[in-house]
């Protein structure tokens, strides 16, 4: 008798007590360890939007900067002389831009915005430079000129088409699908690789987003106002006049990025970009997002010289 109740208490399993003590022990170790795992998802998250963000907006200011740099180029001739094609009074300017529009047109400049835009803060610009040819054939393009899709852009066909068959990028915000984009519009090739020129027909032209998330694009133009080629005054679009065109020296650049996660839990308190500094005085200068509260945000911004005249100055012997 005495070995079966030793057997018995031996079997005996654990209190009420240890199991409480257990399983108290037991939730502090899963508490410790789901609160580590958040911390180190929030942090890997930071990281991760702060990364896409300094890529995204280095990469959307070194298109739009290479692009202006572009502007008006106008190759030499082969024996390194003269310049060959030139850019008169006449003629479209290089550099066109629009005020509060995300639905630029088809077309040789920008003077009105499209139909059917459902975005009026963001700036729009259009570019125009000359093309470069292989040696052995002008009109086939040797990679070294593109636009703002990354394909090459050629010379003219003739001396009497070397306006309208100038390069061409438009870049503005596209809003598709709840997001806003950084687009390029570029003129459409031909079987023969050729861009089609000539026209302002929207099919002979292509729409390409380039950089997610770019919701806020802002332009200011540097103007020569006594000739030189140092700009006095910056301007909007809507303040620009025909000549101020042709006298736009440097552009500065304003953008607002946003990443793709919502981080934040907190939207009560709504960070608002200058993107031109305190000092400047329109709105459209300041950008306050209305969605995506939760989400990180950066602002980029830089100044851009044109390397090229606007157009060919009567004095200039180099030109035609």
């Not at 008798?1 to 030793?6: K, L, N, T």
């Not at 929030?42 to 202006?68: P, V």
Request: net charge negative.
């Amino acid at each position: 008798m005495p070995s079966a109740m030793y057997r018995r208490n031996r079997m005996r399993g654990f209190s009420l007590v240890e199991l409480m003590v257990a399983l108290v022990i037991s939730l502090l170790v899963l508490v410790a360890t789901v609160s580590f795992y958040l911390m180190t998802k929030s942090t890997y998250t930071t990281i991760d939007d702060s990364s896409n963000l300094e890529e995204r907006g280095q990469f959307a200011l070194g298109l739009i900067a290479r692009a202006l740099r572009q502007t008006a180029y106008t190759p030499t001739s082969p024996d390194g002389g003269t310049l060959q094609p030139s850019i008169n009074d006449p003629d479209v300017a290089s550099i066109s831009g629009l005020d509060g529009c995300d639905n630029p047109p088809a077309g040789e400049r920008l003077t009105a915005c499209g139909t059917g835009g459902t975005n009026t803060t963001n700036d729009a610009i259009e570019i125009r430079f000359f093309g470069s040819g292989t040696a052995a054939d002008r009109t086939v393009p040797d990679n070294t000129i593109f636009d703002c899709s990354g394909q090459g852009v050629a010379e003219a066909t003739s001396a009497d088409t070397v306006s309208t068959q100038r390069g061409l990028s438009i870049l503005f915000i596209q809003q598709a699908n709840g997001n806003s984009f950084l687009a390029c519009k570029f003129r459409r090739r031909d079987a023969a690789g050729h861009e089609i020129t000539g026209t302002t027909d929207e099919k002979d032209f292509v729409t390409l987003q380039l950089v997610p998330g770019v919701e806020s694009l802002q332009f200011l133009y540097g103007v020569s106002t006594d000739g030189d080629t140092v700009p006095e005054v910056y301007k909007r679009a809507s303040s620009m006049s025909p000549d101020d065109w042709k006298s736009v020296y440097a552009v500065k650049i304003g953008m607002v990025i946003r990443a793709d996660n919502n981080t934040s839990a907190d939207t009560s308190q709504t960070q608002s970009y200058t993107l031109f500094g305190s000092q400047y005085g329109d709105g459209e200068g300041t950008y306050k997002p209305t969605q995506n509260l939760g989400s990180a945000r950066r602002m980029f911004t830089t100044t851009v010289q044109t390397r090229n005249y606007q157009i060919c100055y009567k004095d200039d012997p180099r030109c035609f």
